[in-house]
């Protein structure tokens, strides 16, 4: 059907040579093409987060992003958070301890958001916190404990123990 | 978490962290949309809906190159049919594709098949599909109206478009009613809603040529009754289909029912005999994938001088949509609502209409709560308008109305299990302190800000089998022709120990984001004296795992939980006799411990558990007992059901200027029986409460007058974000109720069912120097800024009725 142009993406720090329709988004090329399932798509129409990666270190809906746009960029997926497989990211590790999660749908995208954030912003406070995790939809948790494990893997990339101090 | 010396000695108990978890953190999860992207050759099905709410479908047609099948080509298959056996009750059959018909906007028409998704999209437009429009019943009052056009052209033994009509009416009601102090009575209404999982329905349908059997993906909450509902729409034995509900991006009730797409899918894949995906768009999913909450409740409370209850009667009217939902049918809402309504309260006389009215509307079915946000919502706003005609205290009219002794027998013939109703409560109060907020209250007002507050107590039915099922058809026998009635309820499962000594754990229930994987391990390990980690647990899967019910209801810690526990114990007692053989003593003297069979008391190692398992299958002409040469026990258990109970008090600020409501506090006082896993319960407990705020305060989905949903996207449809969600504070009780084996009770659905109510209190407690009170959800701003201004109680508007002579509705 429609014609296809060659593509080279680097996702997660490997390099991925594909051939995809002009009108392919990067949020299908990275499922699809890259075999990169983790980034989920729940909507595909840029409310509900699902699929937030990071190009070039910034947040970005996948699923309204064309592939091409992202040739030359670095991506980065849930599946590179954690540094090996034996190793989790602190965003992941807290989302494990504190039940940040449920369905587990939507947390690929609560993951890329809150680590793109705090390692650029290890000292975020949880009003500022709340504020970026607002871009994104959990029909799940209530959004208590996302709150909650972000909040200690704040503390975690801080060099601080993760455990919560007492809530007053 | 806690540390670990306050940690229980026992897995149940504990916040463990999911075991579930690594892996879907990791990205590694595998849903649906998953085993579609990585089947490479796989083709696309997109289905074409119908533009219209109601009309006859004259034509359709594709140009050439374009595969689709449509009703002519699904001849030979069944419709789906779900009935209940009781007079009033209307049955009708659901087209798997639309016939000659089409009832509600979204309905599907064709299914269109393609090589990629965009290409089965791109076919998607080049179909035309003529349709002569008829007359659209939008609204139940419509539907009722003398002469309205019916939405299906049966019988119906009552009103037009009436296909549910439960009646009740207690013996000494019309005397109580007659005799009480005085009678309040209000109107209380919800908009639609959807469940609205984020990760909409997805199937994939697989065939193998070499054994000519199907495999579908879906995302699912019943795989197995999946099974059953489409072997019979294609006429296939159920061994030749496998179903498969891997990870589940959110169920919420919507997935609990047959979809006519996947029917489709799994045709289109038998006949084409290729593997076919289909994954919904977000769009779709609003359109087609089953609604929920639109219903009126008219109720009269009639109370003594002092506030006691001494009649409620109730018109409750439940729109649910054009078809029929299967298994359970659109009796839920009504039926739920009729046997309900009283609640946690003692109501000893009771007189009830419940209907549910069919419109050329998306169907309803199951969303978590089901009618009890509405019960519950009536009940509350019930009592804090009476208590306020009355001049009572709000704490002190429910206090005089919880019931107190168990077991308690409601005037619908419910049995109500131990519980801590009026416990609750004061826990909730306690942490609420009222005083103080009062006092906060008065020196808001006095600044012209408007702060409330408003409390709903609930007792929230879970972990019912069979019996509860049955008792929503009338009584009838086995005889040479197929039961008339699906009647859900058991759970079954089957725990088998191998030689290693590890565990797999196979059941009929289905998760879909409950960690009932962590909360079965907890359970059967604390029989068996293993580690959480030395078990696998078998769901969703229908070659793996015996039939079963699949997850719904807050069903499954209750009864999949029951029956792993009897499993276990089962299992427990095998390796204790095969123990005490070989270490001395009977089998009531050995303890099953850190993965060992030791006598209890003794400081000798004992027997690895490990050496008995490898035994029982390799040594099997030596094994004492002369027993099974395998490790297996099977655990059935269908319990009648059990009641968790809770409080809620909402705080809420409502700006009068822009009539935006912000929940400045919530807090939960809950009893669910003995917690399994804590963390769990409260993250239960919490994501029901983010539906509750939602249903309260935002999601709505909104039909124009020729039945066009309007709310089609997540810009129209507005789930709370962190932003819109306060702070949550719960408090547990725990009431060990012997209805529960396990001790736990069902807590999947009480946050959904709670708020509301306390949340319209809370707002109507605000609103009082206006005098005027919430009366239909969602209270979005536009409907509290009018309510403001116009002096009125914020109330449903009606939709006018297009017949020669409208009815009027009663405004209350």
């Known amino acids: 059907m ?29 499922r699809e093409d890259c075999g990169l399932t983790g980034t989920h798509l729940g909507c595909e129409h840029g409310v509900c987060g699902a699929c937030t990666v990071l190009v070039d270190g910034q947040p970005v809906r996948a699923c309204l992003m064309l592939a091409v746009q992202a040739e030359g960029t670095m991506v980065r997926t849930v599946e590179g958070l954690a540094p090996d497989d034996e190793t989790l990211h602190p965003v992941q590790q807290a989302f494990w301890e504190n039940h940040g999660l449920q369905c587990g749908f939507c947390t690929p995208g609560f993951l890329v958001l809150a680590a793109g954030y705090l390692e650029e912003h290890p000292d975020a406070e949880e009003e500022e916190m709340r504020d970026v995790l607002s871009s994104n939809l959990c029909r799940c948790t209530g959004y208590q404990n996302i709150v909650k494990a972000t909040m200690c893997a704040a503390r975690t990339m801080r060099g601080e123990s993760p455990e919560v101090e007492a809530t007053p | ?24 953190v990791r990205g590694w999860g595998t849903y649906v949309g998953d085993v579609a992207a990585r089947d490479r050759g796989c083709l696309h099905a997109r289905f074409v809906r119908s533009p219209h709410a109601s009309g006859r479908l004259i034509s359709i047609t594709a140009p050439a190159g374009v595969t689709v099948f449509t009703a002519k080509d699904l001849h030979d298959v069944q419709p789906i049919r779900a009935v209940l056996h009781r007079p009033d009750f209307v049955a009708v059959d659901t087209p798997v594709l639309a016939t000659d018909r089409v009832r509600f906007v979204g309905e599907p028409i064709a299914i269109v098949i393609a090589a990629s998704e965009s290409e089965a999209e791109d076919a998607l437009d080049l179909i035309e599909v003529e349709i002569e429009q008829l007359p659209a019943v939008v609204s139940t009052a419509h539907a009722i109206a003398p002469g309205a056009p019916l939405v299906h052209d049966v019988e119906f033994p009552g009103d037009p478009n009436t296909v549910v009509d439960g009646r009740m009416h207690t013996d000494g009601f019309d005397d109580a009613f007659a005799g009480a102090h005085r009678v309040v009575s209000i109107q209380v209404s919800s908009a639609r809603q959807s469940a609205m999982p984020l990760e909409a329905r997805a199937a994939h349908a697989a065939y193998d040529r070499a054994s000519g059997r199907s495999t579908l993906h879906a995302t699912l909450q019943m795989p197995h009754v999946t099974r059953t509902g489409i072997a019979d729409s294609l006429g296939l034995p159920e061994d030749d289909l496998r179903v498969v509900a891997p990870d589940v991006g959110g169920g919420f009730g919507a997935k609990m029912t047959l979809a006519r797409e996947d029917v489709a899918l799994v045709w289109a894949s038998r006949r084409m005999r290729r593997n076919i995906a289909w994954i919904e768009t977000r769009e779709e999913n609003f359109l087609a994938a089953w609604h929920s909450r639109e219903q009126v409740y008219d109720v009269d409370g009639a109370f003594s001088a002092d506030g006691e209850l001494l009649a409620l009667r109730g018109d409750l009217v439940c729109d649910v949509g054009a078809y029929c939902c299967y298994p359970v049918t659109w009796g839920v809402e009504p039926l739920m609502a009729m046997a309900e309504l009283p609640g946690p309260y003692r109501v000893r006389e009771y007189s009830v209409r419940s209907r549910g009215i ?56 419910l049995v109500l299990d131990a519980a801590s109703h009026q416990e609750t409560l004061a826990a909730a109060v306690e942490l609420a302190d009222l005083e103080d907020f009062r006092s906060r209250q008065a020196a808001a007002l006095a600044q012209g800000r408007y702060l409330g507050i408003g409390i709903s107590c609930f007792a929230e039915r879970t972990g019912y089998g069979t019996p509860a099922f049955a008792a929503r058809s009338r009584p009838f026998t086995l005889g040479t022709e197929q039961a008339p009635v699906i009647t859900p309820g058991f759970e079954r499962v089957i725990l088998t120990m191998d030689p290693s000594g590890t565990l797999t754990l196979r059941i009929g229930a289905a998760p879909h984001g409950q960690g009932l994987k962590t909360t079965l391990a907890q359970v059967v390990c604390d029989e068996l004296g293993l580690r959480p980690d030395a078990i696998r647990v078998i769901a969703s899967d229908t070659d793996q795992t015996p039939y079963g019910w699949g997850s719904f209801a807050s069903r499954a810690m209750v009864i999949a939980g029951g029956a792993s526990m009897l499993a276990a114990q089962e299992l427990a007692e095998r390796l204790r006799v095969l123990a005490a053989e070989r270490l001395g003593g009977l089998p009531v003297d050995i303890d099953l411990v850190d993965g060992h069979a030791r006598v209890r008391g003794s400081d000798q190692p004992g027997v690895a558990i490990a050496v008995l398992a490898r035994d029982v299958y390799h040594s099997s002409h030596l094994l004492p007992d002369k027993g099974d040469p395998a490790l297996e026990a099977v655990g059935v258990y269908d319990p009648s059901g059990t009641f968790a109970n809770a409080c809620h008090i909402a705080e809420v600020e409502v700006d009068p200027l822009t009539g935006r409501t912000v929940i400045t506090r919530f807090l939960v006082a809950e009893d669910a029986g003995r917690l399994i896993n804590p963390a769990i319960v409260d993250g239960q407990i919490h994501g029901g409460i983010a539906q509750g705020v939602a249903n309260a305060l935002f999601e709505e989905l909104i039909y124009d007058d020729r039945g066009v949903l309007v709310t089609t996207s997540l810009m129209d449809y507005l789930p709370p974000t962190v932003a819109e969600m306060p702070h949550i504070d719960i408090v547990h009780l725990e009431t060990i109720s012997p209805a529960s084996i396990t001790g736990a009770k069902g807590v999947g659905e009480g946050g ?8 319209a209190n809370a707002i109507s407690d605000a609103l009082k120097p206006f005098q005027v009170g919430v009366f239909h959800i969602p209270a979005t701003p536009h409907r509290v800024r009018a309510a403001i201004r116009s002096g009125t109680d914020l109330h449903v508007i009606p939709l006018a009725v297009p017949t020669p002579e409208p009815e009027k509705e009663a405004q209350r």
Request: hydrophobic share 40%; proline share 9%.
């Open chain 1, 2 to 30: 429609s014609s296809t142009v060659p593509l080279r993406l680097y996702v997660n720090g490997d390099r991925h040579d594909v051939e995809v329709e002009a009108r392919r988004t990067l949020a299908d090329a990275l």
């Open chain 2, 358 to 413: 069919i419109t050329n509307k998306c169907p309803i079915a199951p969303y978590r709560g089901v009618s009890r946000p509405m019960q519950v919502l009536a009940m509350e706003r019930l009592f804090d308008v009476a208590a306020d005609e009355l001049g009572i205290d709000k704490v002190k009219i429910r206090h005089a109305n919880l019931i107190t002794e168990f077991p308690h027998r409601s005037p619908s013939g």
């Open chain 2, 752 to 759: 959904t069912i709670g708020a509301p109510a306390a949340i």
């Open chain 2, 1 to 24: 978490m806690s540390g670990p010396l306050s940690e229980p000695e026992t897995w149940t108990g504990r916040a463990l962290p999911r075991l579930e978890d690594p892996a879907i």
